[in-house]
């Protein structure tokens, strides 16, 4: 039974205070140029099963890993040729890659499975948390499972009050989650298509 919380409401600049609800092991909900997310530290097993519990998601599959720069993603994924030619010309932006995670990684981030989705988002107020954060962290869409991302903090207050420590009071920039692509195998395969049209992620690789 997910415990009762006094769900705070926050303005989008008091960073110091979201980036403490996140530190303290807590989850927020948050803006992203895509849809509103729910996020946890991602070094935090505590937080991990408090996101799953609340999403109502099955424990056996990974969280998106929302990183601020190129060096977290490193400490987290093999990088080779090809996956760095996408990071350079496609991120950040509304992409989430699915890359092969680092024997060394916290076994709750890929869950024992050979992928890890990450994403760099193109949005302000997600970077400036980021980078006060100053780690990775795990976030989902804000919405429990089968049920509609929430795309304002209303939605998000409507799915979580009193199930989460805060919500930032705000509103998406679109209404589509990110587009989805495998870098694993030999060819980049399309998993899901948002915003980031799959013709236009060819077209640019291939320049």
């Keep these: 039974m997910v415990r009762k919380l006094e769900t705070k409401i926050l303005k989008e600049n008091q960073i110091a205070e979201a980036s403490k609800i996140l530190l303290q092991g807590e989850v927020l909900a948050f803006p992203t140029e895509t849809v509103y997310g729910l996020g946890v530290v991602y070094d935090n097993f505590s937080s991990f099963n408090k996101l799953v519990q609340i999403k109502n998601r099955?424990?056996?599959?990974?969280?998106?890993?929302?990183?601020?720069?190129?060096?977290?993603?490193?400490?987290?994924?093999?990088?080779?040729?090809?996956?760095?030619?996408?990071?350079?010309?496609?991120?950040?932006?509304?992409?989430?890659i699915l890359l092969r995670p680092k024997q060394n990684i916290y076994p709750w981030?890929?869950?024992?499975?050979?992928?890890?989705?990450?994403?760099?988002?193109?949005?302000?107020?997600?970077?400036?948390?980021?980078?006060?954060?100053?780690?990775?962290?795990?976030?989902?869409?804000?919405?429990?499972?089968?049920?509609?991302?929430?795309?304002d903090y209303i939605d998000a207050l409507r799915y979580f009050d009193g199930k989460i420590a805060g919500i930032v009071r705000s509103e998406s920039k679109r209404h589509k989650p990110s587009t989805i692509i495998d870098l694993t195998g030999e060819d980049i395969k399309l998993i899901r298509e948002g915003n980031l049209a799959w013709n236009y992620i060819l077209k640019v690789l291939e320049e």
């Design 58 to 96: 099955p424990a056996d599959k990974p969280f998106t890993v929302m990183c601020s720069n190129l060096k977290q993603i490193k400490e987290l994924a093999i990088i080779d040729e090809k996956t760095r030619k996408v990071i350079d010309k496609l991120m950040p932006g509304e992409l989430t």
């Design 109 to 151: 981030v890929s869950l024992n499975t050979c992928k890890i989705g990450i994403r760099i988002p193109k949005h302000d107020y997600t970077i400036k948390l980021l980078n006060k954060v100053n780690k990775p962290l795990l976030v989902p869409s804000a919405n429990p499972s089968d049920e509609p991302p929430a795309l």
